[in-house]
């Protein structure tokens, strides 16, 4: 029996494939290329999170695409054809254009198929933090909610879901623009790491600094003290990008200051990672706000 509508969201939100399929969530892949060479990251794409960072740390370039409208009309339209309605959870508008290809792509279907419903939420959200918000959204979809109810619940928390990063390296964040030259030169000297979140807005701000590797991340932690509220969800997302041992140390750190916290580690992908570069670390929770 069909289930009425599929949720859809991008490969920025950093799930796993068998993530995605055992909460019922369908992930577009997305184009980034390496050195020059283009590759697909998700579902049946030729490249890997730890194969992308593992070129980066070897020298080579990342950077990333915005999803080509044709793509969406694929994955909307085999929806539609099931007889099944859409839910598209959006990578942020704050950081990427790709919503718009989104919107014009459902306005022509809705042509093609009057009796079917097309709704696109702007998650204002990144990586595991767009992944902890969709995660969330299938589980108010099991139940019971409707397609439009649901439309209404993300809109309603998606400011809830909370976004703290740092960095190991600040010249991938000097190249992409977010710190001049003179602040990642002296930051690099001083051990100066960015304590950064995705704001009310889904734009990645630069907040606060720390002293040293160890002190950044327990910073993340620190925001999660003060602004975690568990009675949403006691889920807690973890993604890095190529530093297991460091993301073993915070969930560590989590856990001993919230044990009844539900610590899942994710590896970062290529959208995000591109412009963060290795050594990303980064701290998703169900919050009081951004």
């Known amino acids: 029996m069909m289930s009425g509508y599929q949720i859809i969201t991008d490969a920025t939100a950093d799930l796993t494939e068998a993530w995605a399929n055992q909460i019922g969530v369908e992930i577009i892949p997305m184009e980034c290329q390496l050195g020059g060479v283009p590759y697909t990251f998700g579902p049946g794409g030729n490249i890997t999170g730890e ?89 108010q979809k099991a139940a019971g909610l409707s397609l439009e109810e649901l439309a209404a619940w993300v809109e309603d928390h998606k400011q809830n879901a909370a976004h703290w990063f740092t960095v190991e390296d600040l010249n991938h964040l000097r190249r992409g623009g977010r710190i001049s030259a003179a602040t990642a030169v002296v930051g690099s000297a001083l051990q100066i790491k960015p304590v950064m979140h995705c704001d009310s807005e889904g734009h990645l701000t630069n907040t606060a600094k720390a002293r040293g590797r160890k002190n950044s991340l327990l910073a993340l932690v620190d925001h999660m003290d003060k602004d975690w509220i568990p009675e949403l969800s006691r889920q807690v997302f973890i993604c ?51």
Request: aromatic share 8%.
């Open 51 to 139: 194969e992308f960072f593992a070129g980066m740390r070897g020298g080579k370039m990342g950077s990333t695409s915005q999803i080509n409208p044709t793509v969406y009309e694929e994955h909307f339209t085999r929806c539609l054809d099931q007889g099944l309605d859409v839910l598209y959870i959006c990578f942020s508008s704050g950081l990427s254009g790709t919503i718009q290809a989104a919107k014009i792509c459902m306005e022509d279907l809705r042509e093609k198929y009057p009796d079917r419903k097309l709704i696109c939420v702007d998650s204002l959200a990144a990586s595991a933090g767009e992944g902890l918000l969709v995660t969330e959204a299938a589980a």
């Open 240 to 290: 890095h990008g190529d530093c297991l041992s460091d993301a073993e140390f915070l969930k560590t750190t989590v856990l001993e200051r919230h044990p009844d916290a539900e610590v899942t580690i994710f590896h970062m992908g290529p959208i995000i990672g591109a412009h963060t570069g290795p050594g990303v670390m980064a701290l998703f929770f169900w919050g009081t706000g951004r």
